[in-house]
């Protein structure tokens, strides 16, 4: 590890399975967010997946680099635009490549590790596995996120909980999003409990409700612009899988008059959730996904958003999603199942209103609240921009470096005491 002078910043590796396309991209933005809002105090580089439909990346308050793969991606299940949580569903191919391409992402991986400081992880799996192994080769400190999935599988899954205690033990700290979370990942390391500390991600609040750069395309403003319809707009971002709970959104809104919905995404469940649509005679536009300032109108133009996360039967569940805190730094009341995280960031009545995962009577009646009550809408959106305003990325930047400085500091005085009169100056 080499010396540092007091004006240089730390050289930072970020290692994530998910990230976007391109700057516009909205898939796991938030670890786009994350990387620029660490720039201010270390040197960021990232190293994602490949993606087929990635752009050159341009200039940015980061370095991102993407590992190489040998296979098509037809069959490619390890890219940073795709759901890992359909492996253990897919053939011996789809495992055979996924682990040849974690290999190359690792392999890629020690080597940018070689010139930096430190190493933080989003997910367990596979990333958190890629750095553990990293700390424990060259003794650099490292930090590891758990957003929910990879926690959810090695739960569940056998030689899990050897593998997370693993990433664990050779990390630093453990930092996850939700107190629901941490309670889950307790019980599956319940020695490694002193390590964690909760923190969500944030929100980009001076860019939120149409003000981050870009062109709105036509086709997402003109489904929900006044010109197209006077009803109000309920609105849902995010990916159409089966843990979003859209079906229950669909169904409720069955129970609801003189409102438009708007589905914003995609995934395996569009068909399914379109023929629900369809068959109660909804007034239901899927636009598909959006990008950043696309979302940003999205919301500016709606009178309501919906998270209806529920809990799967395999006990998976969402940690705290982004789209809450966007809704809320946009100003818009946000109506939220009463699970995972999200019952942590919505105070009932104050600043959202909750409902019991799965009852879409209970649903229904919260949407006719607020559409039949402007005055609590105004309020619950006055209020929910204050909450968002607490999850910042300025703030959630700051308490992430915090960790990571207090992990290089801690790690140069285990050197100190293993290695007399070698010494680094960092801070």
Not at 89 to 96: D, K, M, Q, S
Request: glycine share 8%.
């Amino acid at each position: 590890m080499k010396a540092l002078t007091n004006s240089a910043k730390p050289k930072l590796l970020i290692l994530t399975s998910s990230f976007p396309s391109g700057p516009a991209d909205e898939t796991c933005g938030y670890i786009r967010d994350f990387a620029r809002s660490l720039s201010l105090e270390f040197e960021v580089q990232v190293l994602a997946p490949p993606d087929r439909n990635a752009i050159d990346w341009p200039a940015d308050d980061f370095t991102l680099a993407r590992s190489s793969s040998l296979f098509p991606g037809s069959v490619e299940m390890f890219q940073a635009t795709r759901d890992f949580n359909g492996l253990a569903a897919n053939n011996i191919g789809a495992w055979v490549a996924f682990t040849c391409s974690f290999g190359l992402f690792f392999i890629k991986a020690i080597r940018l590790a070689a010139r930096s400081d430190v190493v933080c992880s989003h997910w367990l799996v596979p990333s958190g596995l890629a750095g553990a192994l990293i700390a424990k080769l060259t003794r650099k400190p490292h930090i590891v996120v758990e957003h929910s999935g990879a926690l959810r599988l090695l739960s569940r899954v056998r030689g899990g909980r050897q593998l997370a205690r693993f990433v664990a033990s050779a990390s630093e700290r453990i930092v996850i999003v939700s107190e629901d979370l941490r309670r889950k990942f307790i019980e599956l390391c319940p020695d490694q409990k002193d390590k964690v500390e909760v923190i969500p991600m944030g929100v980009r609040v001076n860019e939120a409700a149409g003000q981050s750069r870009g062109v709105v395309r036509p086709r997402i403003a003109h489904c929900i612009s006044p010109a197209a319809s006077d009803k109000p707009a309920i609105l849902f971002i995010g990916r159409l899988t089966e843990v979003k709970g859209v079906d229950v959104l669909l169904r409720a809104m069955g129970r609801v008059e003189s409102a438009r919905l708007v589905i914003a995404g995609e995934g395996e469940q569009r068909p399914y959730l379109e023929a629900i649509a369809g068959e109660l005679a909804l007034d239901a536009v899927f636009p598909g996904q959006v990008d950043a300032s696309e979302r940003d109108q999205l919301l500016a133009q709606s009178k309501v958003v919906v998270v209806p996360s529920r809990v799967l039967q395999s006990g998976r569940t969402e940690g705290t999603p982004v789209v809450c805190l966007e809704a809320m730094a946009a100003g818009r009341p946000v109506i939220a199942a009463r699970v995972g995280g999200l019952a942590e960031i919505i105070v009932d009545g104050h600043n959202g209103l909750l409902f019991e995962a799965d009852d879409e009577l209970a649903l229904a009646e919260k949407l006719n609240l607020l559409i039949s009550d402007s005055g609590l809408c105004e309020e619950l959106g006055i209020n929910a921009r204050l909450t968002a305003a607490e999850h910042s990325w300025l703030r959630v930047g700051s308490r992430f470096a915090g960790i990571i400085k207090s992990s290089l500091n801690k790690n140069d005085r285990v050197l100190d005491d293993q290695e007399p009169g070698r010494s680094f100056a960092r801070f």
